[in-house]
């Protein structure tokens, strides 16, 4: 028994070791993982690691419009003392507003600094002076007291979209620059702000000093794993420094971890009963200000000395206040509420009656609170305007928000400004004479607020579109002189004859506007379900494809060649007939939105549209759709085609009717999956699988298996979706803007995010969490009391107790065989072993989930149901999935 607890304690203790290593890594910093370093200017492909910091630095080349930009180089001279991102920047020498698209995890807690050192680059010796916006809103402006300073400007933010936009705007004082954009993620408990206002309002760094600095140093990454940049403080007569040596292992953190070397100084007032005081003055008196002391003792203490203290700040005392550092543990002490309502603000820290010795000080920074609170453009007109943009190559200076700030709104448009409550719409669009060419964009009918829309004098072609009668709010459309041929639709001529619309369609020789000019437009009738909208699939017509049953097996680049097939590729129009011009979403997934289609054969369809984003790995879009059309097997998700033309990248897949695997684990899903079923689920998984991983050569890793890509058919038969797409999109995306880690928390393989390399036993322990899921009924990570919780932290030592019949899911009441629940839980053990060399390969678990569903069958069908037993010997036949250390 004692053995056993001794046993428990040590796994427990492993465990948690073991999600520490998770959730460190989920956030790691000493590998960089959260960090975007974009050196401006710097051409691309040339990427290097900074000398004096080990800071990976990447082209911005793919974060700006570099037709718009010219990158240069400040002179050799002017390089010297000065780190590597600051020796290219990026000029903006036309154009007012010119924009950064960052992709970020949206809704992750950012440090986000950019750097501009002048250093004469343009030989003109004259700094210039301009402003710095971010989204819609107005973040700094920039102006050099002297030339050779290097000003940063910082902020603390939380991105809501997967995007950020920082611009820099010319006001007339010379042509904006910038030298680098950095952004490092932090951990959300830090640096918060009133939460009444933290959705509007942003942290801005006013200052931040080491205090008692005795190398005149600054400090940042490594030393910093936030990379926050540490100055040092001049130092005062009335002040004296303090120190010890300390490294990072030294230092007990806290939260904020302020770097060691910064906190093993401090300062303390020469006169030891004086308080010790720092003062700032305010910009403007209704300027509010977050405070952040960082304190830790530096002297060692003799048993009778003592060190406490308590502070005002302009002689308002802080009842609450009352510090005593401890030796070697940093302590951050900050306030709810900002400070505000004064021109000059001093901190005093008092020596307490009963303290030996004097008040220290080892770190401050000041953050001022910057309104952010303009909204972006709401994110649909965003992602339709942003389409309309890229499909008429648009030659304006359209960056940023469309709307905001409403002096840089896009040439062309308007908008409903934000009354605090709903963001921003567009509500007018004019592209006349603006050299169109090609069809009326669909992306068109998606601005649903739009009231006046003028495309006249262009070279527009093709129909005017029914879709346009789609625009509720639409007032006047104009789209007079171009080649629009066929009819004008019907509703929009009743609407004209109405008087709600001014309709204007002159000056376009095929244009009809009377059901007598000719025949009606060839429509292709559609039939389209609404019976079933959950995700996705198609049970092809037999003869549509050849090799439907057929095990492809892909070897050469000329076989693939081969099976370029045009039935495969579906053009702009044969997409628009099959979703019926996008009417009905049925998902949304990491690529895009998903729509339901219907083929002209009858068949549904699911229609995923890849969004814009995705696009950052096309290159591979084409060749990988090719590859994953001859990839065919029961278990897995077919794709029919795809639709790879300027105006849409689309993929199609066969339509599932019973929606995936996550839908059916939900809280309040009544429909209880049975034992059996999870078997059967399982094993059909792991057959696909098995077939990616050993029936194609080379063989195709997944990279996110996980319940919401396990699709069920009418038959609740499993099929595997989404595989290889994180080879087409997620890797190459990875690359450039480490900002997408492949996989999903909870599913991702903590080895594969350590080392970032891709192999098959990623995808097998993705497949045991899978597992855990299946058997206990729960998310792979419950929030609790605001806290995650992995699903292995709570399930592991209950199995290692010996205690599986609590494992499984309640839910089942008992309805399973507990030998075949047994071996279920010990192949999902053996699936998430931290040593993915003792990981069994897929065709392993295969064969041995088919005999935990006979174990099932065989026991049950005698009558047993869910035995009770003594589980000891389980607790050996389970080899240590974790070893002690990890
Ligand atoms: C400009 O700043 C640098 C460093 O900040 C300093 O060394 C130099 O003396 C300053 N020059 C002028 C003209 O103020
Ligand atoms: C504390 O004790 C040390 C001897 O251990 C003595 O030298 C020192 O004066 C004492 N300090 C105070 C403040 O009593
Ligand atoms: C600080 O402590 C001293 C002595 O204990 C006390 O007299 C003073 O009122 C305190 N001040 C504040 C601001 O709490
Ligand atoms: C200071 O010490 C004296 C004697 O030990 C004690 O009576 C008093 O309460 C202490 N004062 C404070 C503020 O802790
Ligand atoms: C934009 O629309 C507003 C009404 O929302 C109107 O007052 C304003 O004049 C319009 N601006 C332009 C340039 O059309
Ligand atoms: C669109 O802009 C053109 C000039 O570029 C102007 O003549 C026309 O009136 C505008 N249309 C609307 C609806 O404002
Ligand atoms: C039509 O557009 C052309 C350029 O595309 C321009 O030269 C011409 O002035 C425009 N006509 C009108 C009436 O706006």
Redesign the pocket.
Known sequence: MKQTMMGMFLYFHSVLLGVLTILVLINAQEDQSGFISLDCGLPENSDYTEKSTGINYISDAKSIDTDKSVSKSISPAEMINHQQQLHFVRSFPSGVRNCYKIYVKSDTKYLIRASFYYGNYDNLNEPPQFDLHFGANVWDTVKFPNASRTIFSEIIYIPSLDYIQPCLVNTGKGTPFISAIELRTLNDDVYKTNPAESAKSVLSLFLRYDLGSITNLEYRYKDDVYDRIWLPYESRGDWRRLSTSLNNNDLYPNEYKPPAIVMSTAVTPVNVNAPLQFHWDADDVNDQYYRYLHFNEVEKLNGNETR?????VNNR???F??ESPEYRVSDTISSSKPLTGAKKYQI?L??????TLPPILNAIEIYKVKDFSESETQQDDVNAITNIKNFYRVAKNWQGDPCGPVKYMWEGLNCTSFNGLNPPRIISLNLSSSGLTGQIHYSISQLTMLQYLDLSNNSLNGPLPDFLNNLESLQFLNVGKNKLTGLVPSELLERAKTGSLTLCVDDNPGLCKTESCGKKNLSVPLIVSFSTLIVVLVVISLGFWIFIRQRVIFTNSKKRGSLESKHQAFSYTEILNITDNFKTIIGEGGFGKVYLGVLQNHTQVAVKILSASSMQGYKEFQSEAQLLLIVHHRNLVSLIGYCDEDEIKALIYEYMANGNLQQHLLVGNTNILKWNERLNIAIDAARGLDYLHNGCKPPIMHRDLKPSNILLDENMDAKISDFGLSRAFGSDFDSHISTRPAGTLGYADPEFQRTGNTNKKNDVYSFGIVLFVLITGRQAIVRAAGVNIHILEWVVPIIKGGDIQNVVDSKLEGEFSMDSARKVVEIAMSCISPNFTERPDISQILTELKESLSLDMVQRHGGEHGVTESTSSLFQSITAPFPSKI
């Open positions: 406490e203290f308590n502070s005002t005392v802080y009842p206040f009352k005093s008092f020596k307490t009656e009963n303290s």
